[in-house]
């Protein structure tokens, strides 16, 4: 089993639509679990951290349940300029310091 | 945005060229990533810098050398890669190391690296 498992893309959503990722992880020591975002051919950009009680910025929300070991991300009302590969990470200090990125989830949003 | 700078942007070398990538961060963070992303696989972390020191070096091969003369830069360098070496070459930075939510990381641009 991978270590961190995110759903398979490609997600294709029209504007306006929600859009739910998930990402499972297999440490139950996970302490720290962020979702960034990567277009084509460039870098990760960070687009938030998920807390223990779930956070929300905008039009995205995030939640994290420990109990099942996995973490969400949600999108409402979809923009063309979402379409991007949403990356889910998560830190832990077991064994050493460990930062496992997720394949990523390929999102389209279409006109 | 020039929180993470990288340097070169693309380079393409032979199997038996010596090359040197860069990466210079100016948030004031202490720590300093370099990750290598093939296509269609997720990143991999390969070293982990904290301070100058290595903290992490995620059984990389020794054809890839890293250096961090201060907490500002970070190098690695190449030689005698393999095609199979060709991929996108990230850094990040990050305030400390740690599995905190304080230590979110920053990336760089990256180096698409070509092996030939």
């Known amino acids: 089993r991978k270590e961190v498992e995110q759903d398979p893309g490609p997600f294709n959503v029209p504007e306006g639509a929600t859009v739910a990722f998930n990402c499972t992880y297999s440490n139950s020591a996970s302490q720290s679990f962020f979702w960034y975002r990567q277009d084509c051919r460039k870098e990760p950009k960070l687009l938030m951290s998920v807390y223990s009680s779930g956070n929300e910025d905008g039009r995205f929300t995030a939640q994290l349940n420990r109990a099942s070991q996995y973490i969400s991300l949600l999108i409402r009302d979809s923009k063309l300029s979402d379409s991007a590969t949403y990356l889910c990470v998560v830190n832990s200090r077991s064994g050493g310091f460990k930062t496992i990125f997720g394949a990523g989830t390929r999102l389209f949003v279409k006109a | 945005e020039t929180g993470v700078t990288q340097t070169p942007r693309h380079l393409v070398m032979g199997m038996t060229n010596k090359k040197s990538l860069k990466c210079e961060q100016h948030l004031g963070h202490n720590a300093m990533y370099w990750y290598k992303q093939s296509a269609k696989k997720p990143l991999e972390l390969m070293f982990v810098?904290?301070?100058?020191?290595?903290?992490e070096n995620n059984s990389v091969p020794s054809r890839f050398s890293p250096e961090c003369p201060n907490s500002s830069h970070l190098f690695l360098h190449l030689h005698t890669l393999q095609p199979e070496d060709s991929a996108l070459y990230l850094c990040?930075?990050?305030?400390?190391?740690?599995?905190?939510?304080?230590?979110?990381?920053?990336f760089g641009p990256g180096t698409r690296l070509t092996v030939t």
């Open positions: 990040a930075s990050s305030q400390e190391v740690g599995a905190g939510f304080s230590y979110e990381q920053y």
């Open positions: 810098y904290s301070l100058e020191e290595r903290v």
